[in-house]
């Protein structure tokens, strides 16, 4: 009989940790998915806002001057530029970070990882990246790739001076 109600608390005690544990868990994925459905509302947002932007010449300058006001005068092609970066850069931190925490398949996390190389060439554009409301992860990987294409860059400068110095005149060469 001890050994029953032994037996029954025991029972009773790992059903009471598993169905805490089985809360946590819920309770964890619905934060998880309500800040997702926040962040790709606030995003949708953005891209109706850039949108409106490049459909008219007038709502771009205005939108520029009130968003960036120290962008006073732009040439309209910077402008149109601009807001052509936070086109693709809004869907494309969104699909990064679907995917690097997990949401969306690797093959996702490694396009969007090509997209953000070639971008963060733009002096430009890097700049739009690092100034304005992309989460720090985002921003901290773009800083990254981007000290890795300066890095290459300049390998690529050396081997090419060194190439051309081999290829000019004993004489020229010193």
């Known amino acids: 009989m001890i050994t029953a109600d032994w037996l029954n608390v025991v029972l009773a005690g790992v059903n009471n940790v598993v169905t805490?544990?089985?809360a946590l868990a819920v309770h964890r994925a619905?934060?998880?998915s309500a800040r997702m459905e926040h962040d790709r509302g606030i995003k949708d947002a953005w891209i109706n806002i850039d949108m409106a932007a490049l459909q008219d010449p007038d709502n771009m300058r205005l939108l520029d001057q009130l968003i960036h006001a120290d962008q006073q005068g732009a040439d309209p092609d910077a402008s149109r530029r601009r807001w052509l970066?936070?086109?693709?850069?809004?869907p494309l931190e969104a699909a990064w970070s679907g995917a690097k925490f997990g949401h969306l398949p690797d093959a996702v996390l490694d396009s969007s990882e090509r997209t953000m190389r070639g971008l963060v060439q733009h002096d430009d554009v890097y700049a739009l990246i690092q100034g304005f409301v992309y989460s720090m992860e985002f921003r901290a990987r773009c800083a990254e790739l981007r000290k890795a294409w300066q890095e290459d860059s300049a390998r690529l400068a050396q081997r090419a001076s060194a190439v051309h110095a081999d290829d000019l005149p004993g004489d020229v060469a010193r």
């Open 30 to 32: 619905s934060k998880r």
């Open 85 to 90: 970066a936070y086109m693709v850069l809004n």
């Open 20 to 22: 805490a544990f089985i």
